[in-house]
Protein backbone atom coordinates (compact mmCIF):
# COMPACT_ATOMS: atom_id res chain seq x y z
CA UNK A 1 0.00 0.00 0.00
CA UNK A 2 1.45 3.18 -0.88
CA UNK A 3 1.88 5.78 2.03
CA UNK A 4 -0.29 8.17 0.45
CA UNK A 5 -3.39 5.51 0.81
CA UNK A 6 -2.20 4.58 4.09
CA UNK A 7 -2.99 8.18 5.34
CA UNK A 8 -5.95 8.28 3.84
CA UNK A 9 -7.18 5.45 5.43
CA UNK A 10 -5.59 6.12 8.82
CA UNK A 11 -7.17 9.29 8.53
CA UNK A 12 -10.64 7.94 8.09
CA UNK A 13 -9.99 5.87 10.93
CA UNK A 14 -9.58 8.41 13.05
CA UNK A 15 -12.17 10.69 12.27
CA UNK A 16 -14.80 7.65 13.65
CA UNK A 17 -13.66 8.55 17.50
CA UNK A 18 -14.13 12.07 16.84
CA UNK A 19 -17.53 11.81 15.33
CA UNK A 20 -18.52 9.61 17.99
CA UNK A 21 -17.07 11.89 20.93
CA UNK A 22 -18.85 14.85 19.53
CA UNK A 23 -21.92 12.59 19.42
CA UNK A 24 -21.72 12.15 22.83
CA UNK A 25 -20.49 15.67 23.75
CA UNK A 26 -24.20 16.26 22.25
CA UNK A 27 -26.00 13.94 23.85
CA UNK A 28 -24.71 14.38 27.15
CA UNK A 29 -25.68 19.10 26.87
CA UNK A 30 -29.08 17.70 25.77
CA UNK A 31 -29.57 15.20 28.15
CA UNK A 32 -27.44 15.71 31.08
CA UNK A 33 -27.50 19.09 31.35
CA UNK A 34 -30.31 20.56 34.26
CA UNK A 35 -33.14 21.41 32.41
CA UNK A 36 -35.55 19.19 31.63
CA UNK A 37 -36.55 18.95 27.83
CA UNK A 38 -40.03 17.94 28.40
CA UNK A 39 -40.82 20.51 30.89
CA UNK A 40 -39.12 23.16 28.59
CA UNK A 41 -41.14 21.88 25.98
CA UNK A 42 -45.04 21.97 27.68
CA UNK A 43 -44.11 24.41 30.48
CA UNK A 44 -44.43 24.48 33.77
CA UNK A 45 -48.40 24.75 33.76
CA UNK A 46 -48.88 21.21 31.62
CA UNK A 47 -50.74 17.98 33.61
CA UNK A 48 -48.77 15.02 34.92
CA UNK A 49 -50.26 13.08 32.07
CA UNK A 50 -49.24 15.47 29.20
CA UNK A 51 -45.42 15.13 30.69
CA UNK A 52 -45.58 10.90 30.72
CA UNK A 53 -47.27 11.71 27.19
CA UNK A 54 -44.43 13.88 25.97
CA UNK A 55 -41.66 12.05 27.84
CA UNK A 56 -42.75 8.54 26.64
CA UNK A 57 -43.10 9.62 23.09
CA UNK A 58 -39.03 10.87 23.08
CA UNK A 59 -38.33 8.06 24.56
CA UNK A 60 -36.87 10.07 27.28
CA UNK A 61 -38.25 7.75 29.67
CA UNK A 62 -36.35 4.53 29.04
CA UNK A 63 -32.72 4.48 30.72
CA UNK A 64 -30.31 6.94 29.91
CA UNK A 65 -28.07 3.94 27.93
CA UNK A 66 -30.94 2.64 26.17
CA UNK A 67 -31.53 6.55 24.83
CA UNK A 68 -28.03 6.78 23.94
CA UNK A 69 -27.76 3.76 22.19
CA UNK A 70 -31.56 4.49 19.95
CA UNK A 71 -29.44 8.16 19.39
CA UNK A 72 -26.65 6.49 18.42
CA UNK A 73 -28.08 4.18 15.65
CA UNK A 74 -30.61 6.76 14.64
CA UNK A 75 -28.36 8.89 13.72
CA UNK A 76 -26.23 6.05 12.17
CA UNK A 77 -29.29 6.04 9.76
CA UNK A 78 -29.49 9.63 9.20
CA UNK A 79 -32.75 9.74 11.05
CA UNK A 80 -33.00 12.86 13.07
CA UNK A 81 -36.60 12.47 14.19
CA UNK A 82 -39.29 14.71 13.52
CA UNK A 83 -40.15 18.19 14.49
CA UNK A 84 -42.15 18.60 17.46
CA UNK A 85 -44.09 22.13 15.63
CA UNK A 86 -45.88 22.15 12.53
CA UNK A 87 -46.53 19.30 10.95
CA UNK A 88 -43.58 17.41 12.32
CA UNK A 89 -42.01 17.09 9.23
CA UNK A 90 -38.34 14.71 9.74
CA UNK A 91 -35.77 16.93 10.86
CA UNK A 92 -33.36 15.89 7.98
CA UNK A 93 -35.67 17.12 5.23
CA UNK A 94 -35.96 20.64 7.30
CA UNK A 95 -32.00 21.04 7.57
CA UNK A 96 -31.82 20.21 3.64
CA UNK A 97 -34.12 22.92 3.29
CA UNK A 98 -32.01 25.27 5.13
CA UNK A 99 -28.04 23.80 5.16
CA UNK A 100 -27.78 25.28 1.08
CA UNK A 101 -28.43 28.72 2.32
CA UNK A 102 -25.86 27.95 4.91
CA UNK A 103 -23.37 26.98 2.49
CA UNK A 104 -24.10 29.40 -0.21
CA UNK A 105 -23.49 32.63 2.33
CA UNK A 106 -20.45 30.23 3.84
CA UNK A 107 -18.50 29.52 0.29
CA UNK A 108 -18.97 33.06 -0.62
CA UNK A 109 -17.62 34.60 2.67
CA UNK A 110 -14.57 32.11 2.19
CA UNK A 111 -13.84 33.54 -1.16
CA UNK A 112 -13.99 37.24 0.00
CA UNK A 113 -11.79 36.45 2.66
CA UNK A 114 -9.06 34.22 0.75
CA UNK A 115 -8.99 37.03 -2.12
CA UNK A 116 -8.43 39.96 0.79
CA UNK A 117 -6.27 37.58 3.10
CA UNK A 118 -4.17 36.60 0.24
CA UNK A 119 -3.67 40.58 -1.06
CA UNK A 120 -2.76 42.15 1.63
CA UNK A 121 -1.11 39.03 3.61
CA UNK A 122 1.18 39.23 -0.05
CA UNK A 123 1.42 43.35 0.26
CA UNK A 124 2.58 42.64 3.89
CA UNK A 125 5.72 40.69 3.27
CA UNK A 126 7.06 42.66 0.19
CA UNK A 127 8.38 45.22 2.87
CA UNK A 128 8.15 43.94 6.27
CA UNK A 129 7.88 46.64 9.19
CA UNK A 130 7.44 49.18 6.30
CA UNK A 131 4.24 51.48 6.94
CA UNK A 132 2.13 49.49 4.96
CA UNK A 133 3.02 46.25 6.88
CA UNK A 134 1.96 48.27 9.94
CA UNK A 135 -1.10 49.06 8.68
CA UNK A 136 -2.22 45.77 7.26
CA UNK A 137 -1.26 44.17 10.70
CA UNK A 138 -3.22 46.49 12.47
CA UNK A 139 -6.50 45.97 9.75
CA UNK A 140 -5.85 41.82 10.60
CA UNK A 141 -6.10 42.78 14.56
CA UNK A 142 -9.32 45.02 13.82
CA UNK A 143 -11.24 42.74 11.51
CA UNK A 144 -10.87 39.75 13.83
CA UNK A 145 -12.16 41.66 16.63
CA UNK A 146 -15.28 43.24 14.55
CA UNK A 147 -18.31 42.28 15.90
CA UNK A 148 -20.39 40.20 13.25
CA UNK A 149 -23.78 42.17 13.77
CA UNK A 150 -22.21 45.59 14.47
CA UNK A 151 -20.38 45.48 11.48
CA UNK A 152 -23.22 44.06 9.36
CA UNK A 153 -25.63 46.34 10.43
CA UNK A 154 -23.07 49.40 9.73
CA UNK A 155 -22.72 48.16 6.44
CA UNK A 156 -26.97 47.90 5.98
CA UNK A 157 -27.04 51.37 6.98
CA UNK A 158 -24.32 52.69 4.56
CA UNK A 159 -25.59 50.46 1.37
CA UNK A 160 -29.30 49.93 2.18
CA UNK A 161 -30.62 52.93 3.42
CA UNK A 162 -28.37 55.60 2.45
CA UNK A 163 -26.61 54.85 -1.07
CA UNK A 164 -29.87 52.55 -1.26
CA UNK A 165 -27.99 50.15 -3.68
CA UNK A 166 -27.92 46.63 -1.91
CA UNK A 167 -30.90 44.79 -0.57
CA UNK A 168 -30.33 44.33 3.63
CA UNK A 169 -32.10 41.02 4.13
CA UNK A 170 -33.12 37.95 2.95
CA UNK A 171 -31.97 35.72 -0.05
CA UNK A 172 -33.19 37.01 -2.97
CA UNK A 173 -36.00 39.44 -4.15
CA UNK A 174 -40.05 37.91 -3.78
CA UNK A 175 -40.55 39.30 -7.35
CA UNK A 176 -38.72 36.56 -8.77
CA UNK A 177 -38.75 33.08 -8.57
CA UNK A 178 -35.52 30.73 -8.88
CA UNK A 179 -36.40 26.87 -9.74
CA UNK A 180 -34.79 24.80 -7.21
CA UNK A 181 -31.52 22.40 -8.53
CA UNK A 182 -29.06 22.59 -5.83
CA UNK A 183 -30.24 25.17 -3.62
CA UNK A 184 -27.20 27.55 -4.02
CA UNK A 185 -29.20 30.47 -5.65
CA UNK A 186 -26.62 31.41 -7.47
CA UNK A 187 -25.70 27.65 -9.35
CA UNK A 188 -29.34 27.76 -9.72
CA UNK A 189 -29.88 30.70 -11.80
CA UNK A 190 -27.01 30.09 -13.97
CA UNK A 191 -28.01 26.32 -14.57
CA UNK A 192 -31.72 27.39 -15.35
CA UNK A 193 -30.47 30.40 -17.52
CA UNK A 194 -32.16 32.78 -14.89
CA UNK A 195 -30.52 36.14 -15.72
CA UNK A 196 -32.83 37.80 -13.44
CA UNK A 197 -32.64 35.55 -10.45
CA UNK A 198 -28.71 35.31 -10.63
CA UNK A 199 -28.85 38.99 -10.88
CA UNK A 200 -31.16 39.23 -7.52
CA UNK A 201 -29.36 36.57 -5.75
CA UNK A 202 -26.26 37.87 -6.58
CA UNK A 203 -27.32 41.51 -4.82
CA UNK A 204 -28.79 39.36 -1.92
CA UNK A 205 -24.98 38.18 -1.41
CA UNK A 206 -22.93 40.57 -1.79
CA UNK A 207 -23.69 42.29 1.85
CA UNK A 208 -23.67 39.25 4.42
CA UNK A 209 -20.56 37.75 2.36
CA UNK A 210 -18.38 40.69 2.98
CA UNK A 211 -19.65 41.02 6.61
CA UNK A 212 -18.25 37.94 7.35
CA UNK A 213 -15.19 37.43 4.38
CA UNK A 214 -13.62 40.49 6.08
CA UNK A 215 -14.11 39.34 9.57
CA UNK A 216 -12.31 35.64 8.59
CA UNK A 217 -9.66 37.84 6.27
CA UNK A 218 -7.40 38.87 9.25
CA UNK A 219 -6.28 35.27 9.90
CA UNK A 220 -5.58 34.93 6.05
CA UNK A 221 -4.17 37.99 5.96
CA UNK A 222 -0.92 37.19 8.98
CA UNK A 223 -0.55 33.26 7.79
CA UNK A 224 -0.36 34.81 4.07
CA UNK A 225 2.39 37.06 5.72
CA UNK A 226 4.64 34.86 7.82
CA UNK A 227 4.69 32.17 5.04
CA UNK A 228 5.70 34.53 2.34
CA UNK A 229 8.56 35.88 4.38
CA UNK A 230 9.56 31.83 5.40
CA UNK A 231 9.51 31.07 1.38
CA UNK A 232 10.87 34.16 0.68
CA UNK A 233 13.87 33.45 2.23
CA UNK A 234 13.91 29.80 1.41
CA UNK A 235 17.56 28.91 -0.79
CA UNK A 236 15.20 27.86 -3.76
CA UNK A 237 14.04 31.32 -4.31
CA UNK A 238 17.22 33.03 -4.02
CA UNK A 239 18.52 30.54 -6.62
CA UNK A 240 15.13 31.32 -8.82
CA UNK A 241 16.32 35.23 -8.20
CA UNK A 242 19.67 34.35 -8.86
CA UNK A 243 18.92 32.99 -12.21
CA UNK A 244 17.09 36.22 -13.15
CA UNK A 245 13.83 35.40 -12.77
CA UNK A 246 11.31 38.55 -12.89
CA UNK A 247 9.95 39.72 -9.47
CA UNK A 248 6.72 39.70 -10.36
CA UNK A 249 6.85 35.09 -11.96
CA UNK A 250 9.00 35.06 -8.59
CA UNK A 251 5.87 36.32 -6.59
CA UNK A 252 2.90 35.23 -8.00
CA UNK A 253 4.34 31.74 -9.54
CA UNK A 254 6.79 30.59 -6.72
CA UNK A 255 6.18 32.04 -3.71
CA UNK A 256 2.51 32.62 -3.58
CA UNK A 257 2.52 28.91 -4.45
CA UNK A 258 4.21 27.83 -1.58
CA UNK A 259 3.19 30.15 0.96
CA UNK A 260 -0.53 28.72 0.24
CA UNK A 261 0.28 25.51 2.34
CA UNK A 262 0.00 26.78 5.69
CA UNK A 263 -3.36 28.72 4.55
CA UNK A 264 -4.67 25.47 3.50
CA UNK A 265 -4.07 23.78 6.59
CA UNK A 266 -5.84 26.43 8.71
CA UNK A 267 -9.30 26.06 5.96
CA UNK A 268 -10.19 23.37 8.41
CA UNK A 269 -9.73 25.21 11.71
CA UNK A 270 -11.35 28.32 9.78
CA UNK A 271 -14.25 25.88 8.90
CA UNK A 272 -15.58 25.49 12.25
CA UNK A 273 -15.22 29.62 12.98
CA UNK A 274 -17.05 30.51 9.48
CA UNK A 275 -19.57 28.20 10.64
CA UNK A 276 -20.09 30.21 13.93
CA UNK A 277 -19.54 33.58 12.23
CA UNK A 278 -22.27 32.37 9.71
CA UNK A 279 -24.85 32.03 12.58
CA UNK A 280 -24.16 35.62 13.70
CA UNK A 281 -24.46 37.30 9.85
CA UNK A 282 -27.40 35.21 9.27
CA UNK A 283 -29.52 36.50 11.95
CA UNK A 284 -28.52 39.61 11.26
CA UNK A 285 -29.33 39.47 7.44
CA UNK A 286 -32.26 37.67 8.27
CA UNK A 287 -30.64 35.16 6.14
CA UNK A 288 -32.27 31.54 5.90
CA UNK A 289 -30.08 29.56 6.94
CA UNK A 290 -28.93 27.03 9.66
CA UNK A 291 -28.09 29.85 12.09
CA UNK A 292 -32.08 31.36 11.46
CA UNK A 293 -33.29 28.03 12.24
CA UNK A 294 -31.70 26.87 14.91
CA UNK A 295 -32.48 30.04 16.67
CA UNK A 296 -36.01 29.49 15.68
CA UNK A 297 -36.65 26.03 16.92
CA UNK A 298 -34.61 26.99 19.70
CA UNK A 299 -37.20 29.57 20.85
CA UNK A 300 -40.00 27.37 20.13
CA UNK A 301 -38.58 24.88 22.35
CA UNK A 302 -38.49 22.66 19.39
CA UNK A 303 -36.77 20.14 21.11
CA UNK A 304 -35.61 17.18 18.33
CA UNK A 305 -34.95 19.73 15.47
CA UNK A 306 -32.65 21.47 17.97
CA UNK A 307 -30.89 18.25 18.67
CA UNK A 308 -30.59 17.11 15.17
CA UNK A 309 -29.31 20.97 13.73
CA UNK A 310 -26.84 20.47 16.55
CA UNK A 311 -25.52 16.68 15.76
CA UNK A 312 -25.30 17.60 11.87
CA UNK A 313 -22.90 20.64 12.71
CA UNK A 314 -20.58 18.52 14.50
CA UNK A 315 -20.84 15.65 11.51
CA UNK A 316 -20.54 18.23 9.32
CA UNK A 317 -17.26 19.87 11.24
CA UNK A 318 -15.83 16.24 11.37
CA UNK A 319 -15.71 15.45 7.43
CA UNK A 320 -15.01 19.18 6.54
CA UNK A 321 -11.39 18.12 9.36
CA UNK A 322 -11.50 15.17 7.37
CA UNK A 323 -11.95 16.39 3.96
CA UNK A 324 -9.40 19.49 4.21
CA UNK A 325 -6.53 16.82 5.54
CA UNK A 326 -6.53 14.84 2.84
CA UNK A 327 -6.56 17.34 0.29
CA UNK A 328 -3.58 18.74 2.60
CA UNK A 329 -2.20 14.68 1.65
CA UNK A 330 -2.41 15.20 -1.62
CA UNK A 331 -1.07 18.27 -2.34
CA UNK A 332 2.11 18.09 0.21
CA UNK A 333 3.87 14.98 -0.28
CA UNK A 334 5.34 15.32 3.24
CA UNK A 335 2.33 14.88 4.95
CA UNK A 336 2.32 10.88 6.10
CA UNK A 337 2.10 9.11 8.59
CA UNK B 1 18.98 46.15 35.07
CA UNK B 2 15.56 45.29 33.82
CA UNK B 3 15.10 48.80 32.71
CA UNK B 4 17.63 48.68 30.68
CA UNK B 5 16.13 45.23 29.16
CA UNK B 6 12.70 47.49 28.77
CA UNK B 7 14.33 50.08 26.71
CA UNK B 8 16.39 47.88 24.62
CA UNK B 9 13.27 46.16 24.03
CA UNK B 10 11.06 49.66 22.98
CA UNK B 11 13.38 50.48 20.91
CA UNK B 12 13.81 46.94 18.58
CA UNK B 13 10.02 46.51 18.85
CA UNK B 14 8.22 50.08 18.64
CA UNK B 15 5.40 49.29 17.09
CA UNK B 16 4.91 46.25 19.24
CA UNK B 17 5.34 48.07 22.44
CA UNK B 18 2.85 50.53 20.86
CA UNK B 19 0.09 48.64 19.90
CA UNK B 20 0.20 46.42 23.50
CA UNK B 21 0.08 49.94 25.86
CA UNK B 22 -2.82 51.21 22.96
CA UNK B 23 -4.68 47.88 23.68
CA UNK B 24 -3.77 47.70 27.88
CA UNK B 25 -5.44 51.42 27.78
CA UNK B 26 -8.61 50.40 26.36
CA UNK B 27 -8.75 47.36 28.84
CA UNK B 28 -7.99 49.40 31.98
CA UNK B 29 -10.46 52.06 31.11
CA UNK B 30 -13.47 49.68 30.32
CA UNK B 31 -12.36 47.90 33.70
CA UNK B 32 -12.37 51.01 35.67
CA UNK B 33 -15.71 52.01 33.71
CA UNK B 34 -16.42 48.63 35.37
CA UNK B 35 -15.36 49.16 38.53
CA UNK B 36 -16.39 52.96 38.51
CA UNK B 37 -20.15 52.38 37.07
CA UNK B 38 -22.73 53.38 40.41
CA UNK B 39 -20.41 56.48 40.50
CA UNK B 40 -19.88 57.60 36.97
CA UNK B 41 -23.47 56.65 35.46
CA UNK B 42 -25.59 59.62 35.43
CA UNK B 43 -28.86 57.40 35.57
CA UNK B 44 -30.49 54.39 36.56
CA UNK B 45 -29.53 52.03 33.78
CA UNK B 46 -32.96 49.79 34.63
CA UNK B 47 -35.95 52.95 34.34
CA UNK B 48 -36.98 54.98 31.81
CA UNK B 49 -35.51 58.34 32.36
CA UNK B 50 -37.15 60.39 29.11
CA UNK B 51 -39.14 59.70 25.84
CA UNK B 52 -38.23 56.97 24.12
CA UNK B 53 -35.56 57.26 21.09
CA UNK B 54 -34.13 60.51 22.17
CA UNK B 55 -30.61 61.63 20.20
CA UNK B 56 -27.53 61.70 21.71
CA UNK B 57 -27.60 65.71 23.55
CA UNK B 58 -25.66 66.98 26.49
CA UNK B 59 -28.65 65.85 28.81
CA UNK B 60 -28.29 62.23 27.18
CA UNK B 61 -24.77 61.69 26.05
CA UNK B 62 -25.60 58.27 23.76
CA UNK B 63 -29.13 59.27 23.43
CA UNK B 64 -32.10 57.03 24.92
CA UNK B 65 -33.54 53.75 24.05
CA UNK B 66 -36.65 52.09 23.01
CA UNK B 67 -37.74 52.02 26.86
CA UNK B 68 -36.53 55.91 27.51
CA UNK B 69 -33.61 54.14 29.58
CA UNK B 70 -30.23 55.95 29.26
CA UNK B 71 -28.08 54.34 27.01
CA UNK B 72 -25.26 56.11 28.35
CA UNK B 73 -25.59 54.57 32.15
CA UNK B 74 -26.82 51.04 30.48
CA UNK B 75 -23.11 51.17 28.42
CA UNK B 76 -21.60 51.81 31.95
CA UNK B 77 -23.20 49.32 34.23
CA UNK B 78 -22.79 47.28 30.91
CA UNK B 79 -19.37 46.92 31.26
CA UNK B 80 -19.31 45.18 34.36
CA UNK B 81 -21.59 42.58 33.11
CA UNK B 82 -19.55 41.86 30.26
CA UNK B 83 -16.33 41.90 32.35
CA UNK B 84 -17.79 40.13 35.25
CA UNK B 85 -19.09 37.19 32.94
CA UNK B 86 -16.00 37.18 30.02
CA UNK B 87 -13.36 36.88 33.43
CA UNK B 88 -15.36 34.60 35.20
CA UNK B 89 -15.85 32.28 32.37
CA UNK B 90 -12.21 32.65 31.19
CA UNK B 91 -10.58 32.04 34.15
CA UNK B 92 -12.42 29.35 34.62
CA UNK B 93 -11.19 27.33 31.70
CA UNK B 94 -8.13 29.06 32.25
CA UNK B 95 -7.48 26.86 35.75
CA UNK B 96 -9.72 23.85 34.61
CA UNK B 97 -8.12 22.92 31.40
CA UNK B 98 -4.13 24.03 32.47
CA UNK B 99 -4.47 21.68 35.15
CA UNK B 100 -6.09 18.92 32.89
CA UNK B 101 -3.50 19.21 30.61
CA UNK B 102 -0.98 19.82 32.87
CA UNK B 103 -1.39 16.42 34.56
CA UNK B 104 -2.87 14.49 31.39
CA UNK B 105 0.87 15.79 29.84
CA UNK B 106 2.62 14.82 32.36
CA UNK B 107 1.12 11.34 33.48
CA UNK B 108 0.60 10.00 29.57
CA UNK B 109 -1.01 6.58 29.13
CA UNK B 110 -4.86 5.85 27.96
CA UNK B 111 -5.99 8.58 30.53
CA UNK B 112 -3.86 11.17 28.14
CA UNK B 113 -4.98 10.17 24.96
CA UNK B 114 -8.53 9.85 25.29
CA UNK B 115 -8.76 13.09 26.74
CA UNK B 116 -6.79 14.73 23.90
CA UNK B 117 -9.34 13.06 21.77
CA UNK B 118 -12.01 14.75 23.71
CA UNK B 119 -10.24 17.72 23.76
CA UNK B 120 -9.49 17.88 20.33
CA UNK B 121 -13.11 16.98 18.86
CA UNK B 122 -14.56 19.59 21.30
CA UNK B 123 -12.21 22.39 19.87
CA UNK B 124 -12.54 21.54 16.26
CA UNK B 125 -16.50 22.47 17.44
CA UNK B 126 -17.85 26.33 16.23
CA UNK B 127 -17.51 27.56 19.79
CA UNK B 128 -20.21 29.61 19.51
CA UNK B 129 -22.43 27.12 18.46
CA UNK B 130 -21.22 24.96 21.47
CA UNK B 131 -22.41 27.49 23.60
CA UNK B 132 -25.28 28.15 22.34
CA UNK B 133 -26.60 24.70 22.74
CA UNK B 134 -25.24 24.53 26.01
CA UNK B 135 -26.91 27.97 27.03
CA UNK B 136 -30.41 26.73 25.45
CA UNK B 137 -30.38 23.84 27.65
CA UNK B 138 -29.63 25.77 30.60
CA UNK B 139 -31.40 28.47 30.08
CA UNK B 140 -30.38 32.37 30.39
CA UNK B 141 -29.02 33.65 33.27
CA UNK B 142 -25.61 35.37 34.89
CA UNK B 143 -24.19 31.93 36.14
CA UNK B 144 -25.55 29.99 33.00
CA UNK B 145 -24.03 31.95 30.53
CA UNK B 146 -20.66 31.76 32.08
CA UNK B 147 -21.04 27.85 31.98
CA UNK B 148 -21.72 27.99 28.34
CA UNK B 149 -18.48 30.38 27.79
CA UNK B 150 -15.92 28.41 30.06
CA UNK B 151 -17.18 24.83 28.30
CA UNK B 152 -15.81 26.20 25.11
CA UNK B 153 -12.76 27.65 26.05
CA UNK B 154 -11.42 24.72 28.10
CA UNK B 155 -10.06 22.65 25.30
CA UNK B 156 -7.34 26.12 24.20
CA UNK B 157 -5.84 25.74 27.68
CA UNK B 158 -5.70 21.90 27.52
CA UNK B 159 -4.48 21.80 24.94
CA UNK B 160 -1.79 24.44 25.10
CA UNK B 161 -0.03 23.59 28.63
CA UNK B 162 -0.49 19.60 27.49
CA UNK B 163 1.91 20.55 24.43
CA UNK B 164 4.24 22.31 26.42
CA UNK B 165 4.42 19.74 28.90
CA UNK B 166 5.10 17.82 26.92
CA UNK B 167 7.83 19.55 25.67
CA UNK B 168 9.50 20.64 28.97
CA UNK B 169 8.47 17.08 31.32
CA UNK B 170 11.95 15.71 28.38
CA UNK B 171 14.22 18.51 29.61
CA UNK B 172 17.22 17.63 31.76
CA UNK B 173 16.46 19.42 35.32
CA UNK B 174 12.61 17.61 35.08
CA UNK B 175 14.66 14.16 34.79
CA UNK B 176 17.46 15.31 37.70
CA UNK B 177 14.63 16.36 39.87
CA UNK B 178 12.78 13.14 39.10
CA UNK B 179 16.19 11.42 39.64
CA UNK B 180 16.65 13.05 43.18
CA UNK B 181 13.18 11.23 43.86
CA UNK B 182 11.13 14.28 43.80
CA UNK B 183 7.57 13.24 44.22
CA UNK B 184 5.29 14.21 41.36
CA UNK B 185 3.24 17.11 43.07
CA UNK B 186 7.16 18.81 43.73
CA UNK B 187 7.79 18.01 39.78
CA UNK B 188 4.62 18.85 38.40
CA UNK B 189 3.78 22.14 40.12
CA UNK B 190 7.59 23.64 41.29
CA UNK B 191 9.56 22.21 37.99
CA UNK B 192 7.08 22.08 35.12
CA UNK B 193 4.34 24.41 35.46
CA UNK B 194 6.62 27.70 35.94
CA UNK B 195 8.11 26.67 32.92
CA UNK B 196 4.71 26.07 31.11
CA UNK B 197 2.66 29.42 32.50
CA UNK B 198 4.88 31.24 30.70
CA UNK B 199 2.44 31.09 27.85
CA UNK B 200 -0.24 31.72 29.69
CA UNK B 201 -0.58 35.69 29.34
CA UNK B 202 -0.32 35.63 25.60
CA UNK B 203 -3.01 32.79 25.06
CA UNK B 204 -5.36 34.03 27.74
CA UNK B 205 -5.27 37.63 26.32
CA UNK B 206 -6.46 36.41 23.02
CA UNK B 207 -8.99 33.76 24.44
CA UNK B 208 -10.61 37.05 26.11
CA UNK B 209 -11.03 38.92 23.25
CA UNK B 210 -12.30 35.75 21.40
CA UNK B 211 -14.50 35.36 25.13
CA UNK B 212 -15.86 38.79 24.22
CA UNK B 213 -17.16 38.51 21.10
CA UNK B 214 -18.96 34.82 22.01
CA UNK B 215 -20.31 36.48 24.89
CA UNK B 216 -21.57 39.54 22.68
CA UNK B 217 -22.80 36.99 20.28
CA UNK B 218 -25.16 34.81 23.06
CA UNK B 219 -26.57 38.00 24.24
CA UNK B 220 -27.57 39.75 20.71
CA UNK B 221 -28.94 36.04 19.83
CA UNK B 222 -30.99 36.71 23.38
CA UNK B 223 -29.05 33.36 25.00
CA UNK B 224 -27.10 35.38 27.15
CA UNK B 225 -27.59 38.00 30.67
CA UNK B 226 -31.43 37.89 31.37
CA UNK B 227 -33.21 41.06 30.18
CA UNK B 228 -33.46 43.93 32.24
CA UNK B 229 -29.86 43.87 33.07
CA UNK B 230 -27.91 45.99 31.33
CA UNK B 231 -25.22 43.96 28.49
CA UNK B 232 -23.97 45.36 25.05
CA UNK B 233 -24.75 42.48 23.14
CA UNK B 234 -28.44 42.38 24.15
CA UNK B 235 -28.83 45.89 24.23
CA UNK B 236 -27.26 46.10 20.51
CA UNK B 237 -29.68 43.49 19.47
CA UNK B 238 -32.35 45.54 20.91
CA UNK B 239 -31.36 48.32 18.92
CA UNK B 240 -31.61 46.80 15.36
CA UNK B 241 -35.12 46.94 14.87
CA UNK B 242 -34.85 51.16 15.00
CA UNK B 243 -31.32 51.15 13.63
CA UNK B 244 -32.19 51.52 9.67
CA UNK B 245 -34.93 53.50 10.42
CA UNK B 246 -32.56 56.80 11.54
CA UNK B 247 -32.21 55.55 15.44
CA UNK B 248 -28.65 54.44 15.27
CA UNK B 249 -27.44 55.50 18.86
CA UNK B 250 -29.21 52.61 20.37
CA UNK B 251 -27.39 49.82 18.72
CA UNK B 252 -24.53 51.57 17.98
CA UNK B 253 -23.05 52.39 21.10
CA UNK B 254 -22.89 48.79 22.70
CA UNK B 255 -21.47 47.86 19.07
CA UNK B 256 -18.74 50.08 19.39
CA UNK B 257 -18.20 48.46 23.20
CA UNK B 258 -17.97 45.25 22.29
CA UNK B 259 -15.67 45.94 19.55
CA UNK B 260 -13.27 47.86 21.24
CA UNK B 261 -12.66 45.31 24.22
CA UNK B 262 -12.26 42.85 22.03
CA UNK B 263 -9.64 45.15 20.40
CA UNK B 264 -8.32 45.66 23.38
CA UNK B 265 -7.38 42.45 24.21
CA UNK B 266 -6.50 41.73 21.05
CA UNK B 267 -3.85 43.96 20.97
CA UNK B 268 -2.58 43.44 24.00
CA UNK B 269 -1.92 39.60 23.15
CA UNK B 270 -0.77 40.04 19.79
CA UNK B 271 1.76 42.62 21.73
CA UNK B 272 2.76 40.29 24.18
CA UNK B 273 2.96 37.73 21.94
CA UNK B 274 5.43 39.29 19.83
CA UNK B 275 7.45 41.25 23.06
CA UNK B 276 7.79 37.55 24.71
CA UNK B 277 8.34 35.51 21.48
CA UNK B 278 10.71 37.63 19.46
CA UNK B 279 12.28 34.87 17.53
CA UNK B 280 8.78 34.04 16.03
CA UNK B 281 7.85 36.54 13.29
Given amino acids: MTSLKAYVLTRLLLSIPMIFILLTI ?14 AIVGMKASEEQIEKLRKQLGLDKPLWMQYIDYVLSILRLDFGRSMIWGRRPVITEIMEHFPATLELSISAFIVSVLIGVATGLFSSLKPSSKLDISLRIFSIVAYSLFIPMFGMILQLIFGVYLRILPVAGRKSPLVDIDTVTGLYVLDSILTLNFEGLITSIRYLILPSITLGIVLSGVYTRLVRSSMLDVLSTD ?34 QFSILLAGAVLTETTFSWPGMGTFLMERIEYRDYTTVQGTIVFFALLVSLVSLAVDIVYALIDPRIRY | MFAEHIVKLFKKRKTDFILTVIGAGIVFSIILMAILAPFIAPYNPYVSVDDALLPPS ?6 TDNLGRDVYS ?14 ASTLISLVIGSLLGLVSGYFGGVVDRALSLVMDSLYSFPGLIFAIAVAAML ?25 QTLSVKTSL ?71 LAGYWWVSAFPGIMIILLALGFSLVGEGLNELLNPERR
Wanted: charged share 15%.
Fill in chain 1, 236 to 269: FIRALKARGIPKNQLLFKHALKNAFIPVLTMMGL
Fill in chain 2, 58 to 63: SKYLMG
Fill in chain 1, 26 to 39: VFVILRLLPGDPVL
Fill in chain 2, 139 to 163: GPGVINTIVSISIVYIPTYFRMVRG
Fill in chain 2, 74 to 87: RIIHGSYTVMIVVL
Fill in chain 2, 173 to 243: YVEAATAMGASHKTILFKYIFPNVSVIIPVVFSMNVADAVLTEAGLSFLGLGVPAPIPDWGFDLKNGQRNF
